[in-house]
Structure formats: C-alpha cells, structure tokens
C-alpha cells in the first residue's frame, strides 16, 4: 500500500482524499477518477492539489518568480498552472503588473479555502507516513490575547514534552475573528469566549468566569462582595473587546435588561491595555479576573464580581473537517491543561462546565 492509498485508508472520515496528488474535496464536490469536480466557481471546474500549493505560494510572494524558486519549479511551469486554475474556475485570481502580483478580490476568497485544503493535505501525509502511535505535524491554535497570555505557555510545555513531534502555531485575535478562522480553516483548533452561534461548531464546553469590576483598591465599590449593575452607573470605565465580542454582548443584553446605561470612558481591544488603565488611575475595567491574576496576587488591583454576568469559554473546531491525530490529541491536551488550571486556582474565578 503506497503512502497516499494508506492515508486514505486512515483516514474514512477525512475532509477530503488524498491521490497521487490530487485534492478530492468535500461536499458539494463530486469525484471523477483521480479528479476533482468542484463548485467553487465555474460549474465542473477541474482541479489539482498542485494548482492549489502553486497558486498559495503565489499568493503569498507576490511574484511568480520568487514563488518558482521556493516551490523549485520553472516559473513558465508554475504560471501555466495557475492560469489554467483560473480558466478552470472561470475567475482571475491574481492581478499581474510590473512589480509582481496582487489579489484579485475573487483570489482573497478562494486563496482562504486554498490555504485550508493544502494545509490539510499536508497534514493527512504526515500522518499518513508517521507511525501511528507518536503524532506529528503543525497544530494551528486561535486565542484571544488573554487567553494565550493565561494558557499558551503552559499547553505548549505540555505538549512538547507528550508530543515532541508536533509542533504548534499560536494566533491571537478576538472571538469573533477566530470564529471566522475556523471556518477558514485557518484555525485547528480555537478557544471561543461564547460563540455567536454555537451551532456552526463543534464545541467542547471548558469553564465560565464571573464578569468583574477590576480597580486599584483605594477604590470603595470594593467594600461589598458583589457589584449591582446600577452600582456602575457614572463610574468611569474601561471596556475591553470589539463591540460584537462576548464582554460587550454579555453588557449590553445586561444594560437592556435592567435600563442601565454604562459611562464608557474608554475602549481598547486588548485586556492588557485596559489594566494598564486602570493602573494608571484612569478608571476601572469591566473584565474577568484571569487576565489582572498577577495583580491581584500582589494587591495592586482588586477585583469584585458584577450582578451575575459570566462568561462562557469553548473548544471549537468546525463542523465538518476531520483533522488530524495531532489535532485530536492537542485537542485532548487543552481540556486536561484547563481542568487543571481551574482545580489548582490558577485561573481566577474559573469554574469548570461539563454540558452546553
């Protein structure tokens, strides 16, 4: 059994089948021989795994003649394959001028599915090709800059020392940007602060924090154990996250339930902004207690829970896409690393949930 026959024989359930480099992708496409027809543009659209890895690499150096010398192909070869990609798609992907090329809105779209098949592709002949009982392969996480301050570290010493031959990528970004990686492919595997719409994913339910008032602790809101929503109101306060992101969701549903309405002093994407804020006296931060851990350890800042506002966090993984050994086992690892985590305290506030 030859190694692309043996990676299909692994893997039944894959997104798609590996054959003799040729990329059989998944619903609504239908398989032809060792092709692939494909509805991502031109009805009946053929296409090759190789067309795909040509036109990424493209992509990515912005010129067909350095992406030649780093796929070690002729550059007439390698724009011969990406034009006929484009004739069989029935769209330009790639705007050529003097200086190189550029991204055709079209290409912007397709080169996200593009990046995703080949990466998988990838990943299917490492494991195709590694003995079945030691993972290997790159594992693409997605976390909010909280959360990868939090937990990155210790996940990635854990699974270096279990796993040695796999290897990770950390990406940061909020939620909902990584809810759209996901779908991308551009994530494995992401931890999602309350997702939009939990059915689009498959989920794993981790832990859920109390949403916090965070000060310096001359402050005197501190002298109860737990804030009312009207306790806020005329406070000078730091909000963190996009306004479509999970903290400012839980706050706005809150406000309209209770007809409150929040002084936002100031807004800043990254929690880490707002405790500097906040240490700096400018006002006090509605986040949870996990991303000021250092200082509440230390008494520089305090922080008290507000009415019964929580937040909910995920494991999320599309719906859909099998991915590979390595992924399920990192997959297994960031659910044992959290629950550790929340049993030893180390993540403040956090309580572990077993069901959605």
Request: aromatic share 4%; with cysteine.
């Amino acid at each position: 059994m030859n190694a692309s026959s043996r990676a299909a024989y692994l893997n039944p359930r894959a997104h798609f089948v590996l054959w003799e480099d040729r990329a059989i992708m998944p619903a609504p496409s239908k398989t032809i021989g060792l092709r692939t027809r494909c509805r991502f543009g031109m009805k009946g659209a053929v296409m090759e795994l190789r067309q795909l890895r040509y036109f990424t690499m493209v992509a990515r150096q912005r010129h067909f003649g350095r992406a030649a010398d780093a796929l070690r192909v002729a550059q007439p070869a390698l724009s011969r394959q990406v034009a006929k990609l484009e004739d069989e798609l029935g769209i330009r992907l790639l705007d050529r001028h003097a200086r190189g090329v550029s991204l055709t809105p079209e290409g912007e779209v397709i080169l996200a599915r593009a990046e995703a098949l080949v990466a998988e592709a990838d990943a299917l002949l490492e494991e195709a090709r590694a003995p079945l009982a030691e993972p290997q392969g790159t594992v693409t996480l997605g976390f909010s800059p909280s959360v990868a301050e939090l937990f990155g570290g210790q996940l990635a010493a854990l699974t270096l020392r279990r796993y040695p031959k796999v290897r990770l990528r950390i990406t940061t970004a909020a939620s909902p940007v990584l809810e759209g990686w996901i779908h991308q492919g551009r994530v494995d595997i992401a931890i999602l602060n309350g997702p939009t719409d939990p059915s689009r994913f498959l989920l794993t339910p981790l832990l859920e924090e109390p949403v916090c008032l965070i000060a310096r602790p001359g402050d005197p809101h501190f002298a109860v154990r737990r804030l009312t929503l009207a306790a806020l109101s005329g406070l000078p306060l730091v909000l963190t996250g996009p306004p479509d992101g999970p903290m400012q969701r839980v706050l706005v549903a809150a406000q309209a339930q209770a007809g409150q309405t929040l002084n936002a002093l100031v807004q800043v994407d990254t929690a880490a902004v707002g405790r500097e804020l906040v240490l700096s006296g400018v006002g006090s931060m509605v986040e949870v207690a996990a991303v000021v851990r250092h200082e509440l350890a230390s008494g520089t800042l305090k922080a008290v829970p507000i009415a019964d506002l929580r937040i909910q966090r995920f494991l999320a993984r599309a719906k859909g896409r099998a991915g590979s050994d390595a992924v399920a086992r990192v997959a297994g690892l960031m659910r044992d690393c959290v629950a550790e985590m929340v049993a030893q305290g180390s993540w403040p506030g956090a309580v572990e949930i077993t069901a959605l």
